[in-house]
């Protein structure tokens, strides 16, 4: 890495993109960061391609015009619709979450053929980004559409009765589609934590599968992206320079921010894309 | 009436509204619609009165543009929150679901005083929009944020144990606020498909409850404004001509709207409001 500090531009559709902001802080304290969240347009998760492209595209080149040098896409939806419009409509390095998480479902895989199921919106689903990833490592996929898992979070019901029967439906009908899975790679933002809550399921189901959180794997990408020494977090980093953007209510972003950020989000800015 | 056909536009911030243009097509068969569902911006719900009455705004504009010459605002938060922005903004017209809803809890008071619950969503709640038009009708109220009822519809999970569930809980909260709650008023236009599951529910609860649906109330405000007869509903009457538009995937909006207009939905225009 050179000596000037990098700017880390981070954008996602809401909060979620923060699980991975959390992921980079202690791996990468020596840089600044700007993080998006479009909250006024979320979620991407429900809409059409088109749609997602256009609203990531314009949150993408905000971030480029705060000064951001490298980009992460720290949404699966936009990542797994938008890369490509994504990385043509800026000059700087863009890494998304779909790429690391494939490569860390590889990097835990026990046996050969690895079979893989990922959870994640409808809209990512469609696109069959990580089944195309997952299948170029030589990785067996199933996708499986969760689109009540994001509100559950939000409803912040992440240990709650309701939540595990949702979570035991869809991991039944996507477990009974593909029986030898032995990977579950969580391919939406929200869904690390539902963790706690899939592991109970799964024990209940008496299927224990490998988890996969795409947030920590990408937090790795941009690290060896930058050149940096693979290294332990450092955990006792003073907090890095970071500033927060959103397009509605910034009192929601902060309350709501902080549980995926996993400390206190620091003033927000509130911004206007169109709309 | 006149002797010519009104065109009424009814505006929603997606398929929820599609239930009042339902109760509003046998009342007024002798319409012109143009329905609007601003699919790309959506949930209006969990979003910010600024960002509400924004988007709200627009869209009733791009209406009164098509030729509407009376608004109908289909959407419970858009009317608690942005009823007023639109009516500064548009030089017709505006009738909202809100005051119908009221007006209907209050004639189907059985006792005085009476006490009112309304399910709708947070920002509805957040406004206190009902509680005001309630209590100006000397009928007491208590308002109830319930955000999973939205997304379970979504789901399709209409008569489904996991709803059923979720009901119940919120319906407990409620009640325990409001013991002598004895009219629900369904403050959200997703949630008459709910009928037979909160029936089910209250009914497993032991709290029967007469409920309001505002949007076949809505219906019966337009009808009053036109000068329009009381009378029972045409049910016999062939289409009157109505005219799609929304802001994203034309193909989602044919498919699920279909469910709320309980009809299929013909040919829909996709229109760009920006964002």
């Known amino acids: 890495m050179s000596s000037l500090k990098p700017t880390i531009g981070v954008f996602d559709s809401g909060f979620g993109g923060l699980t991975v902001l959390r992921a980079?802080?202690?791996?990468?304290?020596?840089?600044?960061y700007i993080y998006l969240g479009d909250t006024a347009r979320l979620?991407?998760?429900?809409?059409?391609?088109?749609t997602i492209a256009r609203?990531?595209?314009s949150s993408a080149k905000f971030l480029h015009e705060q000064g951001a040098d490298l980009l992460v896409i720290a949404c699966n939806t936009a990542t797994a619709l938008a890369f490509e419009d994504?990385?043509?409509?800026?000059?700087?390095?863009?890494?998304g979450v779909v790429e690391p998480g494939a490569q860390a479902a590889l990097a835990a895989a026990e046996s050969t053929p690895n079979q893989v199921l990922v959870l994640a919106t409808t809209a990512t689903v469609q696109s069959r980004a990580y089944t195309q990833a997952l299948n170029a490592l030589n990785l067996e996929a199933t996708e499986k559409a969760c689109p009540l898992l994001v509100p559950l979070v939000e409803e912040g019901w992440i240990n709650h009765p309701v939540t595990d029967?949702?979570?035991?439906?869809y991991l039944t009908e996507a477990l009974a589609q593909a029986p030898a899975t032995n990977t579950l790679?969580?391919?939406?933002?929200?869904?690390?934590?539902?963790?706690p809550a899939i592991r109970r399921t799964l024990t209940s189901m008496q299927h224990p599968l490998t988890i996969i959180d795409a947030a920590k794997a990408t937090a790795r990408a941009v690290a060896s992206h930058l050149g940096l020494p693979s290294q332990s977090p450092?955990?006792?980093a003073t907090g890095p320079q970071c500033?927060?953007?959103?397009?509605?209510?910034?009192e929601k972003f902060q309350f709501l921010g902080s549980n995926f950020l996993g400390q206190a989000v620091a003033k927000v800015n509130l911004i206007d894309l169109g709309g």
Chains 1, 2 share one sequence.
């Open 234 to 236: 450092d955990l006792n």
């Open 165 to 169: 029967e949702v979570l035991k439906i």
């Open 55 to 57: 609203y990531a595209v």
């Open 43 to 50: 979620p991407y998760g429900s809409k059409s391609h088109e």
């Open 86 to 95: 994504i990385q043509r409509a800026l000059p700087i390095p863009v890494i």
């Open 243 to 250: 500033t927060f953007y959103a397009t509605d209510s910034v």
């Open 185 to 195: 790679l969580l391919g939406c933002t929200h869904y690390p934590l539902l963790e």
């Open 24 to 32: 980079l802080l202690p791996l990468i304290p020596d840089a600044r």
